[in-house]
Structure formats: C-alpha cells, structure tokens
C-alpha cells in the first residue's frame, strides 16, 4: 500500500505540537511506523537535550498507548495485575523520532504530556491516508493493525 503521512496537532500547556507520522500499512493491517517527525512551541527553551528527550520519549509512550495499552474493570477492579498485560514499545519497533523547537516569545511552559497525544492523530491520519480507513477508537491492536 506503500507509505503515507499523517499529521495530528495538540495545543497543552500553552504549548503548540506538531506532529507529522510516516507510517506504512501492509497486508493483514500490519503496521509500521517509521518516522515522526515533531514540531514544538513551549516558549524559550533553556535545555534542548532535556526538551528533546522529553518529546521523544512522549512520542514513544503515545505510540505504545495507542497500539495496545488499555486496562479492562471486571467487578469494579482493574483486571491486570502487573505490567506484564500493558504492553511497551520495544526498541526495535520504535520510530525515528526527528524533533525541531521554534524559540519564540511564548510564554515558558511544560513538555512533560504535550507530545503524546497528537501522536496518535498523526498515525491515525496516516492509515487513512494508505487505507481509506477511519480509526475511531483506540487502542489500535483492538482495531485489527499490530506492530
């Protein structure tokens, strides 16, 4: 089907992301993500690794999220016991995640959360692209797509 673009955005904090998914679908819905490439507006930034790190790492959790993590309430209780039943993105799995800062005059704000949430628009937008498919729920895996 070959590879498409997504892209998804998020206002958090008084920050602006961007987020543009390289992903391609192949049959049986597997799904690979190759890229995301992520644009930021938190303000001034004092500490790029941090800054960065900090968006790659929500890149990553937000694409584990997306792909399979739930938790399952059987009798007013959380059904999974441990970590073991919410599964992770493996290192092998996980996308080039390419990040740029615009340094504006914004106020300073938060990166820890901003980063995560436009991630799944952005694939979501993508598998439309390569499938002609609307995703409207999450997690992916519970949609048909793995990893």
């Known amino acids: 089907m ?4 997504g892209l998804g955005f ?3 904090h008084g ?4 987020e543009v998914a390289e992903v391609s679908v ?3 819905n597997a799904l690979k993500i190759h890229k995301v490439t992520v644009a930021a507006d938190v303000g001034p930034i004092v500490n790029m690794s941090g800054a960065k790190n900090q968006c790659e790492g ?3 959790d937000g694409i584990s999220t997306m792909m399979g ?3 399952s309430i059987e009798n007013g209780r959380v059904k999974e016991g441990n970590f073991d039943h919410y599964p992770l993105l493996k290192m092998a799995d996980a996308p080039h995640v390419d990040v740029h800062f615009i340094q504006s005059e914004f106020r300073p704000t938060g990166l820890g959360e901003p980063a995560l949430p436009p991630v799944a628009a952005a ?25």
Do not use: D, K
């Open 123 to 147: 694939v979501c937008n993508a598998i439309y692209a390569a499938t002609g498919q609307r995703i409207r729920s999450l997690p992916l895996s519970l949609e048909g797509f793995s990893a």
């Open 10 to 12: 998020y206002f958090s």
């Open 58 to 60: 929500s890149v990553i």
């Open 2 to 5: 070959g590879t498409t673009l």
């Open 26 to 28: 192949e049959a049986g």
């Open 15 to 18: 920050g602006h992301i961007a």
């Open 69 to 71: 993590q739930q938790l």
